[in-house]
């Protein structure tokens, strides 16, 4: 029997049907990839939130302890504000805790955070502690005197995402940062890359966003 005769047997619409069939494994393919990289930065998240967690204990404790070093327990304006900004990251972070991948949620909780870092800072300037991704201490080297001649260093090169000052003198919270910060750059390479941004479209997969 010839292959024209054998094709002329088959249902006219048996193309159709592989083609669909070819189609449905991908969308189901494509859908799984976006679902594992959208887990792998609920994941991510989950790290950064107890990182987090234990650099808000860290500042409530010290507001806590300066607090009962004020004359008649009375604190002072600066940690009043700071107090105020640990209960408002606080509630943030429960908030964020329950959609970690929404944009306006993480707005929200970066600046709640970073009002915390500031009060912080204002009132510790020099117990603050910055580090690289690798965990390593960063320090910032002091720009060279322009006096000082050709031979002087140059500054530091401005890092792509540059480190958060913490209280808590550990590299857990910027490690977390970072790392929950590269899994959203995947989940949204992967969402605004087509045709598989049709399938986030279809499935409502939206953008995150990271924590500056």
Known sequence: MCLQTVLSRLPPLLPYWIGAAILLFWFVGAYNRLVRLRSAALQAYATLDAALLRQLDFVQSQVQAQALKDEAGAA?????????????????????????????????????????????????????????????????????????????????????????????????????RHQFNLAVQHYNSAVGQFPALLVAWVMQLRRAAAMK
Do not use: K
């Open 76 to 176: 002072s304006p600066a940690v009043a504000s700071l107090r105020a900004s640990t209960l408002q990251l606080t509630t943030l972070l429960a908030a964020t805790r329950l959609r970690p991948l929404d944009p306006a949620a993480m707005a929200a909780l970066d600046t709640a955070l970073h009002v915390m870092l500031t009060g912080w800072q204002r009132l510790y300037p020099d117990a603050v502690n910055s580090f690289e991704v690798d965990g390593t201490l960063s320090r910032r080297l002091p720009l060279p005197d322009a006096s000082s001649g050709p031979d002087a260093t140059p500054p530091p090169t401005a890092q792509a995402e540059p480190a958060v000052a913490w209280p808590e003198p550990s590299a857990t919270a910027e490690i977390a």
